[in-house]
């Protein structure tokens, strides 16, 4: 059980160019999140999908755009990247319990765009 | 979401207690307070959650007050691998936002 895993780890982007990072979970759940965190600073959501087919803004999203591609993997991309971008990103995915979704996260990549 | 307050930072003697506060004076009945801590840079690590009865699992305790205004997560015996910054929040189940604060410094010496 791999839980949710990342690719790349590192990545080093010039302005303007574009990538997607890709997050999958295999714990079957139905939530999916993209969070960034710049230094010292807690994560902040960048965009979510609550099942599979549907996907909402969170705090911060602008400058990006997400896939929900299927149930185990949801992508971040970036079309156009700026040097503001550059943080550590990271997925995460939940499942409903109940009344708790308790979210797990992957290990993050690490993005500078220069 | 409620928010939350938490100190900056703390130290703990290495086989001692730590007790990380945090204050959520504007928690509603349905919200769950969460505790989680990132190590180094690694992904946020869930430890324990509750709604207002006190709960134990393995790695931690969590003691929320009876006006459920503030609650605190209890490391019984801190280890320098406990060294990591904790997130206490605040969220209702199907908003699908967690607020993630600037959490607190826990330093555990040797």
């Known amino acids: 059980n791999a839980g949710v895993t990342q690719t790349p780890k590192f990545q080093v982007l010039k302005t303007g160019q574009s990538m997607t990072l890709q997050c999958a979970q295999d714990?079957?759940?139905?939530?999916m999140y993209w969070y960034r965190q710049d230094p010292g600073m807690g994560l902040r959501l960048i965009y979510y999908s609550a099942s599979e087919g549907t996907t909402d803004k969170g705090e911060v999203p602008n400058g990006y755009n997400v896939s929900r591609l299927n149930k185990r993997e949801f992508s971040l991309r970036l079309e156009s990247a700026a040097p503001s971008q550059t943080s550590v990103y990271f997925c995460?995915?939940?499942?409903?319990?109940?009344?708790?979704?308790?979210?797990?996260f992957g290990p993050g990549t690490r993005l500078t765009v220069l | 979401d409620a928010k939350t307050t938490q100190p900056t930072s703390m130290d703990c003697a290495e086989g001692r207690a730590a007790n990380l506060p945090c204050n959520h004076s504007t928690i509603s009945g349905n919200e769950y307070v969460y505790w989680y801590r990132q190590i180094h840079s690694q992904g946020p690590q869930y430890i324990i959650h509750?709604?207002?009865n006190n709960e134990t699992n393995e790695m931690a305790s969590l003691i929320i007050t009876e006006d459920r205004k503030s609650s605190t997560l209890i490391l019984p015996h801190a280890t320098l691998r406990d060294t990591a910054v904790y997130y206490c929040i605040v969220s209702t189940s199907g908003t699908y936002k967690y607020i993630f604060g600037t959490g607190t410094r826990l330093k555990v010496l040797a």
């Open positions: 509750g709604l207002k």
């Open positions: 714990m079957n759940h139905n939530s």
């Open positions: 995460a995915s939940s499942e409903k319990d109940g009344s708790t979704d308790t979210q797990y």
